[in-house]
């Protein structure tokens, strides 16, 4: 049983540039969650998407954006990238709305020169 | 708005037990879960509370006060794998999404 794993898992990007990452989630799961994790810090929510649709949004600019597919894989889109987005993004499935366990990958570690 | 308090750091030695406290301000609140971080790793699932008191979890117990915004995590017969980073997390009704704490570090010293 496949569990979340995301890709790639680290990642050099300069700032203005554009970066992509993916998430597929773990099996039987069909809501996808994307965070954000500075070091030294706890995950900060961007968004959730479910049934391919952005179902919630945290307090993240609109370079922030995202994509969910009919196998309920994710995209993460960051445009325009500042040195500030250096971070771990973290990705996280579960099922359905109500509040269920968040299962984590291993995260994507970009880096911003 | 949500904020949550949890020590930065906290020290144990291996066999011993240790309580990791958390105090959170909400509206809304619907539930705490707990989540452990090891260096470079995944954040883990380790309990949810949604009333009030104490549910266990092999070595690990979670307490939940909502009358005092409260709870704490408990590590008993710690060993050295548990050196990690552990996460409250509150959870509001309707959106369900979990705001984290910043997390304490945790050292098991042999």
């Known amino acids: 049983d496949a569990g979340v794993t995301q890709s790639p898992t680290h990642l050099i990007k300069t700032r203005g540039q554009q970066v992509t990452l993916r998430c597929s989630p773990k099996?039987?799961?069909?809501?996808v969650s994307w965070y954000q994790q500075a070091l030294g810090q706890g995950p900060q929510f961007i968004f959730q998407?479910?049934?391919?649709?952005?179902?919630q949004r945290g307090n993240f600019p609109d370079r922030f954006s995202g994509h969910q597919f009919p196998n309920y894989s994710s995209e993460l889109n960051v445009n325009a990238l500042l040195l500030g987005d250096s971070a771990l993004y973290l990705c996280?499935?579960?099922?359905?709305?109500?509040?269920?366990?968040?299962?984590f990958g291993d995260g994507t570690r970009l880096s911003i020169l | 708005g949500q904020s949550l308090e949890q020590p930065s750091e906290v020290t144990a030695v291996e066999g011993a037990i240790v309580q990791i406290n958390c105090t959170y301000q909400t509206s809304g609140f619907y539930g705490l879960s707990w989540y452990q971080q090891h260096d470079g790793g995944a954040p883990t699932f380790l309990s949810y509370?949604?009333?009030?008191g104490l549910e266990e979890t092999g070595r690990f117990s979670s307490f939940l006060s909502r009358s005092d915004s409260y709870g704490y995590l408990l590590l008993q017969e710690l060993q050295m794998k548990d050196s990690a980073s552990y996460f409250c997390a509150v959870i509001t009704g309707g959106s369900y999404i979990p705001t984290f704490g910043r997390g304490t570090s945790l050292i098991v010293h042999p």
């Open positions: 998407y479910y049934e391919e649709e952005e179902r």
């Open positions: 509370n949604a009333l009030d």
């Open positions: 099996s039987g799961h069909d809501t």
């Open positions: 996280a499935s579960s099922l359905g709305e109500v509040p269920q366990p968040q299962h």
